[in-house]
């Protein structure tokens, strides 16, 4: 997997995904100065499309790939409700409600776009510790004839400020690995000095990056 890194000192917002489609392997930065920013990734990852679709459509995975993410799991809507009444806002006791009404990854039919919903916790260093939110979660298999798919999220609620992106995945011009983008904005709530934020997401992103590819030849095993 070859990832290239690269910090940009302030925030600026890509509309759509078009201008990263001519870069093969690049990491950017982008601060506003209030938050921990906005993210955008492009790296070339061993394996088909598919294989990697495989992998980032299950939420439920993401524990295996994401830098301080100890849980993931798709809930229930009724689950959704019990951790919004719950009196707590502690992450792990929130986890254990969540697991209760946690359901099973529900399949979709190729070509169609699925959307369900998701809680998850990171471990996030001091000073922003355990964060939490629940997760409106899109799967978009849409363009699955072209061997494209994109997975898109967006905090419903939690202890963070904001936190949405979207994955990616395309065929490369070499057949035995896909580009994969990653977009992410996030703010995590808290007061989060911008060098621990570029820290922070440097070691993260370049990581995500390479347990992504280890998942991936894995599962594919």
Known sequence: MRLKLLAVPFFLFASSWGPLYAVEAEVLYQFDGKSMGFVTASGLIKGTPREIWSVLKEYDRQERYMPR????????????????????????????????YRVGFMGQQGGSKWEGTGFGIADLPFPAEDRWAV??????????????????????????????????????????????????EVDVAGHIPGWVARIGMYHSVKKMYDNLEKEVVSFSR
């Open 135 to 184: 997760f409106d979660l899109t799967n978009d298999e849409t363009q699955s004839s072209r061997s494209i798919f994109k997975q898109c999220w967006q905090s419903r609620f939690g202890n963070i400020n904001r936190d949405r992106g979207c994955w990616l995945i395309q065929p490369s011009e070499n057949p035995a690995v896909s580009l994969v983008l990653h977009s992410r």
């Open 69 to 100: 993410v100890p849980a993931s799991l798709f809930i229930s809507s009724e689950g959704v409700e019990a951790i919004s009444t719950a009196g707590t806002k502690n992450a792990y006791r929130l986890e254990q409600i969540a697991r209760r």
